[in-house]
């Protein structure tokens, strides 16, 4: 696992004489952890529900320090990343570590341009889904299905098949996510064009039609390349470490991105996008928003805000500053700064930043709460939302599952505290 271990916890258990010595190591940079492998052999488990205190891995990939809002790719800060950077310069940099050179670059670029149709079978699985189905439900059962058409590259321990699956997955969930919304419209799917930029060639998919091309405007096509690039990793959260544990089973990386698809489904992670629309739709208008920042306040009422607070961060969401900044700029390119649901957005989040609850529990908005505006923005339905995130997602799956793979790992497999029934005999 990690390098050496200067530092020691001593933990004393109640009627055990001796004391366990647990290593402490520590990272490049954020908290120390404390190695508490040994103390099965000691006849305990640590006990951590939604893993708050527990670091399940070493990564090199991506750091979040959520008490100052920074997040750092590879040790490069996402506002810079977002400033001078775009979403596959930043693909490459999770998946190999270090910023391509021009040469690099452009080999990339045409690498993946090259990967983006689907073998012309995978249409007829589209076939299969009801057309009211969730595009999340179709992109989990095609990513999936992708293991059953290029399984001349699924030999996880062969880094060349490792490097050929994440340049297709890359390549193609794009044209998967065009796909399901296509099948839900009851149009014809798009073939991707290989002359247009990886988010214009989205956009391109998701409203060309046979009878009519789309012309992506250049702010847009900058808007859509932000928000892929604002999602593309966030370190061990729930969806990654799925991937994670789905591969650390020896599962092909195709599954095991499947997997982490129907993990970031919920609205607790990337399905929070989708919420955030579908709460402003019912709270209704501006004069609404006292009451529904009553009921986020509520210990009785289920209800919460969408798009605000996280895990991790307790201060402003580097990622949601950027997107506000975004979101602006879409706005006024499209002609409607005036938009009745960003000025909801906007009334809620100045109520919520001031609100003495919100202050206390440091609940701040997240990258969800401006990205769904944008999307709705440009046109892209509610429903697509979370397959955006999916697609913007990937090659962070891909990279943490990568590092894992080329390294010594173990099967993740967590232990419990057992409350149920003991030993009982079955009736005669
Ligand atoms: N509105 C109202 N109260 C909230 C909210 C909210 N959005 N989020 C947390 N709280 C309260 C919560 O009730 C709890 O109060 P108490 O201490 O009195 O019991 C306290 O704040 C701590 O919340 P928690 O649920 O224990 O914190 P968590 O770290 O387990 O949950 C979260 C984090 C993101 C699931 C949660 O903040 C939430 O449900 N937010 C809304 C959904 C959302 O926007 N999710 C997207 C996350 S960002 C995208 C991604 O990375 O996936």
Request: charged share 20%; hydrophobic share 40%; aromatic share 10%.
């Amino acid at each position: 696992m990690t390098d050496q271990a200067p530092k020691q916890a001593t933990l004393t258990i109640d009627g055990v004489d001796d004391p366990i010595e647990l290593p402490i190591y520590s990272g490049s940079v954020g908290p120390d952890v404390i190695d508490v492998g040994k103390l099965t052999a000691q006849g305990y488990f640590t006990y951590d529900p939604g893993f708050v205190s527990t670091a399940s891995c070493d990564s090199e990939i991506t750091y979040i320090d959520g008490d100052n809002g920074v997040l750092l790719h590879r040790g490069y800060p996402i506002e810079q990343l977002a400033e001078k950077s775009d979403y596959l310069e930043l693909c490459y940099l999770l998946l190999n570590g270090e910023l391509p050179t021009a040469d690099e670059s452009a080999a990339f670029v045409d690498t993946i341009k090259h990967h983006t149709m689907v073998n012309e079978q995978l249409r007829s699985f589209f076939k299969g889904f009801s057309p009211s189905a969730h595009p999340m439900a179709i992109l989990c059962g095609v990513v999936g299905a992708l293991s059953a058409f290029y399984h001349d590259s699924t030999d996880i321990d062969n880094p060349e098949h490792r490097k050929i699956t994440a340049h297709r997955l890359i390549a193609k969930m794009p044209t998967l996510a065009a796909m399901s919304y296509k099948h839900a419209q009851g149009q014809p799917f798009i073939y991707p064009r290989n002359d247009l930029g990886y988010a214009e060639n989205f956009l391109h998919m998701m409203f060309a039609t046979p009878c009519e091309d789309y012309k992506v405007s250049p702010t847009i096509a900058k808007a859509m390349d932000r928000i892929f690039l604002l999602h593309a990793d966030h370190e061990q959260n729930a969806s990654t470490s799925t991937v994670r544990l789905a591969g650390s089973t020896g599962a092909n990386p195709f599954a095991s991105v499947a997997a982490g698809i129907a993990a970031l489904w919920g609205p607790s992670h990337g399905g929070a996008n989708e919420a955030v629309l579908n709460m402003l739709d019912e709270i209704g208008s501006v004069d609404n928003i006292p009451e529904y920042i009553n009921k986020a306040k509520d210990k009785n009422d289920p209800f919460r805000i969408m798009g605000f607070g996280h895990r991790v961060y307790k201060n402003y969401d580097p990622r949601a500053k950027v997107m506000q900044q975004t979101c602006h700029e879409v706005l006024e390119e499209l002609g409607v700064e005036d938009n009745p649901v960003l000025a909801m957005a906007r009334e809620l989040e100045r109520i919520a930043l001031e609100d003495e609850y919100f202050v206390e529990k440091r609940l701040y908005p997240n990258v969800d709460f401006y990205s769904g505006i944008i999307l709705k923005a440009i046109g892209i339905p509610v429903e697509m939302f979370t397959v955006i995130f999916a697609t913007g997602r990937t090659p962070g799956w891909i990279a943490h599952w990568n590092e894992m793979i080329s390294g010594p790992y173990k099967i993740g497999r967590p232990r419990q505290l057992y409350k149920g029934y003991t030993k009982r005999d079955y009736p005669s």
